[in-house]
């Protein structure tokens, strides 16, 4: 079975300080891995994935399957990142593209 | 382009009545799913649908049915409200496999 785990529901850091959001996944097959954000008021969204290893908004994610691992990095925040995070697995074994969520990390960004 | 439109916005509802939470989506997507989200527990699956005719259970599907006769739509019905059933429901499409899940704006559902 597929899990997605997201340790911290709270992170606060100041503004252009580096910042971590930790995700941890169980899987037994190939995953893939996304972030997903959800502004205050706006819809969730796509933040990036890791087949893409394309940078987003200044944030990065490398998946690590030795520590099945897929954390999302930022050197200098900002205070717009201020928002919800979310970690998903695509478990494309049934072929539906569906994604397994983690809880959530609420990142606050300190002015 | 609406992308993927939910209505209603909000809804309360009393224990035992039905409900039909609508979703349609305008860029052709195959793939469309409804999940839930509730307090601590992100967001869960419910059903799911592959293509117009097609529909499987996800993680948490008991108390909802589904259907998809169109490509466009994909409604969730609930027969009888549980208080259980209190949560925020989310819409999403895809193209197909590993692309990334377009999200509606979500119904926030209250059964009293």
């Known amino acids: 079975a597929q899990r997605v785990t997201q340790p911290e529901k709270l992170l606060s850091v100041f503004k252009g300080a580096p910042v971590e959001l930790k995700c941890n996944y169980s899987y037994s097959g190939s995953p893939e891995l996304f972030w997903y954000v959800q502004y205050s008021r706006q819809r969730l969204q796509l933040l990036l994935r890791h087949i893409s290893r394309e940078s987003i908004k200044g944030f990065t994610a490398d998946l690590n399957k030795g520590e099945t691992s897929f954390h999302l990095k930022k050197p200098f925040a900002q205070e717009e990142d201020s928002a919800m995070y979310y970690c998903?697995?695509?478990?494309?074994?049934?072929?539906?593209?569906?994604?397994?969520f983690g809880t959530g990390t609420r990142l606050t960004v300190i002015p | 382009n609406a992308g993927v439109t939910q209505t209603p916005k909000f809804q309360v509802l009393k224990t035992g009545q039905s409900m039909t939470l609508q979703c349609a989506q305008d860029m052709n997507h195959e793939y469309m799913s409804w999940y839930r989200q509730d307090p601590g527990m992100g967001l869960r699956l419910i059903h799911y649908s592959v293509g117009a005719g097609i529909t499987d259970q996800g993680e948490v599907p008991n108390g909802y049915n589904v259907s998809r006769s169109t490509t466009e739509d994909f409604p969730l019905r609930l027969l009888s409200a549980a208080p259980s059933q209190t949560s925020v429901y989310f819409c999403?499409?895809?193209?197909?496999?590993?692309?990334?899940?377009?999200f509606g704006d979500g119904t926030r559902l209250s059964i009293l």
């Open positions: 998903a697995l695509s478990n494309d074994q049934t072929g539906a593209n569906n994604l397994f």
């Open positions: 999403a499409s895809s193209l197909g496999p590993y692309q990334p899940q377009h």
